[in-house]
């Protein structure tokens, strides 16, 4: 596979985007030990459904605001530093988690707190960094790379994790988690330095943000935005409650989900770098769409298996382009690379919001398969996207 061959001659991944990976590869590994099981453990905090999106409404709804003080933080410390201090705000969300049952409101209160500052300082930096150190040829290949070395893990991990927290509870695995994310400051240290100043004001922001020239890339990541919900929160609370709070089942069916994927991500990094990212991003939506409508049909844990697997194969058709292409544009941004990659991460958070009130209110008529169809639509709406980068728009070059 040429994939592996370029990454063996070293092609592939130059020192600084190596770095970059390996802590970002730590943070997922981090992620997958406990991704799939915080929603449930949120959920049996609060003992409500609603009060779990009220959460994530609140966390994602602070990030909005917060996006651009944080890009605009980022000038005075610089881009390596701001990805390293978000590490120990990301220690202190899980080290809230680990105490919700001593005081839930204050620890409630901390861990809202510590996640909106861990993605002020997080996001804008690493897509900038990402952005400059990567190159458009092998873009595709490059991000193939990370979501297969963490797949290969996390073939284990989810099954791992269910072991975890049924033999000790949630709280081994908060520890383990702590632990990995200081871990993967370490990397970072030899991650080059890159002189990239973001230029606008608050004011200047929001403006872009609403901006008639902007509406397409604002709804095609509001699409994306909201998917990522359902799939990320929702999704992972469904399998749980069909399977009847069996950790180990789900956590089974997660591993054996993520064997499948491995191969096929690398696969389609090749397939990204040589034909249409539109393309195959148009057909991956179309799948993956049609993947959340089986779900809302889903009455068993082989129907979750076999849904689970082709949707995850829909997935990366759709997301290996759709990323190396978000990156294209960040690139293709020029000078304004941090500046686009903030209103994404706005317009991401604003999606998320509107489909959690939409959801909210439809929990009061329907049951959570709905979100689903809502998921299906949202999908779609990723390939909208425009062709044009933000440094061509007159407004503001």
């Avoid at 070293?10 to 970002?24: D, E, I, K, M």
């Avoid at 049924?166 to 520890?175: A, C, D, L, Y």
């Avoid at 689903?372 to 949202?378: E, P, R, Y």
Wanted: proline residues 3%.
């Amino acid at each position: 596979m040429k994939i592996i061959e370029d990454y063996k001659k070293g092609h592939l991944l130059p020192p600084g985007l190596a770095s970059l990976y390996t802590s970002r590869s730590i943070l997922l590994i981090a992620g997958g030990f406990v991704g799939l099981f915080l929603p449930v453990y949120l959920l049996i905090q609060y003992q409500s459904l609603e009060k779990v999106i009220v959460y994530y409404l609140i966390s994602f709804g602070l990030y909005i605001f917060t996006a651009t003080p944080g890009a605009i933080f980022m000038n005075y410390i610089g881009i390596r530093n701001s990805i390293i201090w978000a590490f120990p705000f990301l220690a202190g969300y899980f080290a809230s988690l680990y105490f919700f049952e001593t005081d839930i409101v204050v620890f409630t209160v901390l861990s809202l707190l510590f996640i909106t500052v861990y993605r002020m300082l997080y996001w804008v930096p690493y897509h900038t960094e990402f952005t400059k150190l990567s190159d458009k040829k092998n873009r595709g290949k490059q991000i193939s790379i990370l979501d297969s070395f963490t797949s290969l893990l996390g073939i284990i991990i989810p099954f791992v994790s269910a072991l975890l927290i049924k033999s000790f509870g949630f709280q081994m695995v908060f520890i383990i988690v702590i632990i990995l994310i200081l871990v993967g400051i370490i990397p970072l240290l030899f991650v080059p330095k890159i002189n990239v100043k973001f230029t606008w004001s608050h004011k200047q922001c929001w403006k872009e943000f609403f901006k008639k020239d902007n509406r397409k890339m604002m709804i095609a990541y509001m699409g994306d935005g909201a998917e990522n919900f359902v799939g990320a929160v929702l999704w992972p609370i469904f399998m749980w409650q069909l399977l009847n709070g069996e950790y180990l089942s789900v956590g089974l069916i997660a591993s054996l989900v993520t064997l499948v994927a491995v191969v096929v991500r690398l696969v389609m990094g090749d397939f990204t770098d040589k034909f249409s990212k539109r393309k195959l991003m148009k057909i991956g939506s179309i799948l993956y769409s049609f993947g959340w409508i089986v779900k809302i049909f889903i009455t068993s844990a082989f129907h979750i298996f076999l849904a689970s697997t082709y949707h995850n194969f829909a997935l990366i058709i759709l997301r290996t382009p759709f990323d190396a292409l978000m990156y294209e544009k960040a690139a293709d941004a020029g000078h304004f690379v941090d500046e686009y990659s903030t209103l994404r991460e706005m317009y991401l958070q604003t999606g998320r919001v509107i489909i959690m009130i939409l959801i909210l209110i439809m929990l009061n008529f329907v049951s959570i398969n709905v979100a689903f169809f809502l998921a299906a639509m949202a999908s779609l709406l990723v390939n909208l996207l425009p062709k044009n980068s933000l440094h061509e728009k007159a407004s503001i070059r």
